[in-house]
């Protein structure tokens, strides 16, 4: 066997590049549920209305944008047709939202909707929890894979059975702590989506809510203190 076997750097050949996957599948998972918020569930109420056009029922998001630009109890539909303007105003109308025109001869509307339901934000939280469960198997998939790729190169005897289980236990203890961090994500995020709504649902719920509570509130008091100390400053 090739001394070039024994060194680190085909330990580092598998666990390296596992470990930088796991990293890139969490990073793309704090990205995804980043944009969730409880407003989504009004714009996907809106989206879902049909509107009227030339005889043929069209989704609201097929001829308009919808987006929340400040207050989650406020958006704004941009209109895609000026044509079809008057058509969409009378169609949120009829389904009972507040609407007007968010300046004269514009195409942008403003509607007033009432805050996101428990169902409407439970859909939302159980979107997150199958967001969770796919970073779980995609961590999962990426593990076994190296796995074999490892067992292979010892069968073939490309690498040593002593470096493939230094890779092996380096891999495990970044696959357990990746997974656990996603795990935490995600019950941190459907605890701030569903408020006092929440309730354990999943498995490994419990074992993070304390920690999920814990880091809540240590965020409320830095926000408090960070609050108090800005009005001091301008107070002096």
């Known amino acids: 066997m090739a001394d070039q076997s024994l ?8 666990s390296t ?19 969730v918020k409880s407003e ?31 207050d989650p109890l406020k958006l704004e539909v941009m209109v895609y047709s000026k044509d079809n303007l008057e058509t969409v105003i009378d169609t949120i109308k009829e389904s009972g939202f507040p609407v007007k025109l968010k300046e004269k001869n514009s195409q942008f509307l403003t509607v007033r909707v009432p805050p996101p339901s428990r169902m409407q934000l439970e859909e939302i939280g159980d979107d997150l929890i199958r967001r969770t469960n796919s970073l779980v198997m995609r961590l999962t998939k990426i593990k076994t894979n190296t796995g074999l790729r490892i067992r292979a190169a010892v069968q073939n005897e490309f690498i040593e059975t002593k470096i493939a289980t230094l890779a092996t236990k380096k891999i495990d203890a970044s696959h357990l702590k990746i997974e656990s961090e996603g795990k935490f994500l995600g019950v941190l995020k459907r605890k701030q989506i569903l408020g006092s ?16 509570n814990l880091y809540l509130k240590l965020n409320g008091n830095l926000k408090e203190l960070e609050t108090e100390i800005k009005e001091e400053n301008q107070n002096n």
Not at 7 to 14: D, G, H, I
Not at 197 to 212: A, M, Q
Request: charge should be negative; glycine fraction near 2%; charged fraction near 30%.
């Open 40 to 70: 989504d569930a009004n714009i996907a109420v809106f989206n879902s209305i049909f509107v009227m056009i030339d005889g043929r029922k069209r989704r609201l998001a097929d001829i308009a944008n919808v987006e929340v630009p400040n």
């Open 7 to 14: 060194t680190p750097e085909n330990l580092e050949s598998y």
């Open 17 to 35: 590049e596992a470990i930088s996957n796991f990293s890139k599948a969490i990073e793309d998972f704090a990205d995804v549920i980043t944009e």
């Open 197 to 212: 709504y929440f309730k354990s649902t999943e498995k490994d719920d419990e074992i993070f809510v304390k920690k999920v």
